[in-house]
């Protein structure tokens, strides 16, 4: 059974930096993207960063600039360095990981609140 679990959320002052790290468990099949999502009160879920097993990355307009995403393939772990942070990054952060090959089944993490204090 796959668990991805999260860790480094907390509480941060404007300006501030924060780690997050995601790690996979119960693994059986190749990984293709990890990423990280968010979810603020009231809002959808948005991605915040992903990436590929290929290295590619890809980051919403509003982290790139101040949020890295880094990925283990050994440990099956993904991390989101997060710096410059605002007010308007306050939100559950989840990391996600999806299978490389058919059927592609996405798996979630159980999420991680990050508050960002003005």
């Known amino acids: 059974q796959v668990q991805l679990v999260e860790s480094g959320g907390g509480l941060v002052q404007t300006g501030g930096s924060l780690n997050l790290s995601c790690a996979a468990s119960?693994?059986?099949?190749?990984?293709?993207?990890m990423g990280w999502y968010r979810q603020a009160p009231g809002k959808q879920r948005e991605l915040v960063a992903s990436?590929?097993?290929?290295?590619?990355?890809n980051y919403a307009d509003s982290v790139k600039g101040r949020f890295t995403i880094l990925r283990d393939n050994v440990k099956n772990t993904v991390y989101l360095q997060m710096n410059s942070l605002k007010p308007e990054d306050t939100a559950v952060y989840y990391c996600?990981?999806?299978?490389?090959?058919?059927?592609?089944?996405?798996?979630w993490g159980q999420g991680t609140q990050v508050t960002v204090s003005s």
């Open positions: 996600n990981v999806i299978q490389k090959w058919y059927p592609k089944q996405g798996y």
């Open positions: 119960g693994v059986t099949f190749s990984i293709g993207a």
């Open positions: 990436t590929s097993s290929g290295g590619s990355k």
